[in-house]
């Protein structure tokens, strides 16, 4: 079982940055990917941005190409999400998510962690 501890959330000003860490407590995640995922209020979830953990291929929603980024720290088994030039709606509750081998989805989440944009 693998538990994906997220932190970094929080209120910033339009145009403004923030980076989400998420770190899975497994001694080592070898996992297929790690990525993220949002959800606004009265909105279903929606894919964010994802990581291959293997190989490092990365995958953004248009909506976030160019001012978000995914990376990783394979040591720490840790994914992160730098966000600059937010925008209103990128407030969201973010979640982190694993997707383990041999599974055809994620199949791990996170608690999520809120991202609040003042305009």
């Known amino acids: 079982q693998v538990q994906l501890l997220e932190s970094g959330g929080g209120s910033v000003q339009a145009g403004g940055s923030l980076r989400l860490s998420c770190t899975a407590s497994t001694r080592t995640f070898s996992g297929v990917a790690m990525g993220w995922f949002r959800q606004a209020p009265g909105k279903e979830r929606e894919f964010v941005a994802s990581?291959?953990?293997?190989?490092?291929?990365?995958y953004y929603a248009d909506s976030v190409k160019g001012r978000f980024t995914i990376s990783r720290n394979r040591a720490l088994n840790t994914v992160y999400l730098q966000m600059s030039s937010l925008k209103p709606e990128d407030a969201a509750v973010y979640y982190c998510a694993a997707q383990a081998v041999g599974s055809a989805d994620y199949n791990y989440w996170g608690q999520g962690t809120q991202v609040t944009i003042a305009s």
């Open positions: 990581m291959r953990w293997s190989g490092g291929t990365t």
